[in-house]
């Protein structure tokens, strides 16, 4: 089982940017597909972006294709989400995710390991 922890989350205005990590340990990070998952108050939590083992192949929700950017680093067990032109809907609740998802990238239930979550809060 993998443990995860995010950073990096806070307060920016609209148009701006923000990165956050995730920080993993535990044996089979380097072979699980990775994601991050949002949510907002009041609403179900939702698929944001994933990345599998390799890093060779990344997935993004229609709401922050070409803004957000999602990337791994095995060697040193962390993964990222760059958060560029953020706007105010962007905030929520963002949690890492890590497992043997297959293609079902973008189901929650998938995923076996989960961080706590870091906030993101975006001023308009």
């Known amino acids: 089982q993998v443990q995860l922890a995010e950073s990096g989350g806070g307060l920016v205005q609209a148009g701006g940017s923000l990165r956050l990590s995730c920080a993993a340990s535990?044996?089979?990070?380097?072979?699980?597909?990775m994601g991050w998952f949002r949510q907002a108050p009041g609403k179900e939590r939702e698929f944001v972006a994933a990345?599998?083992?390799?890093?060779?192949?990344?997935y993004y929700a229609d709401s922050v294709k070409g803004r957000f950017t999602i990337s791994r680093d095995n060697a040193k067990s962390t993964f990222y989400l760059q958060m560029n032109s953020l706007k105010p809907e962007d905030t929520a609740v963002y949690h890492c995710?890590?497992?043997?998802?297959?293609?079902?990238?973008?189901?929650?239930?998938?995923?076996?390991?989960w961080g706590q979550g870091t906030q993101v809060n975006v001023s308009s």
């Open positions: 535990g044996r089979p990070f380097g072979s699980y597909t």
């Open positions: 995710a890590g497992g043997y998802v297959f293609s079902r990238y973008i189901t929650a239930s998938a995923y076996g390991s």
């Open positions: 990345v599998t083992w390799s890093g060779s192949r990344s």
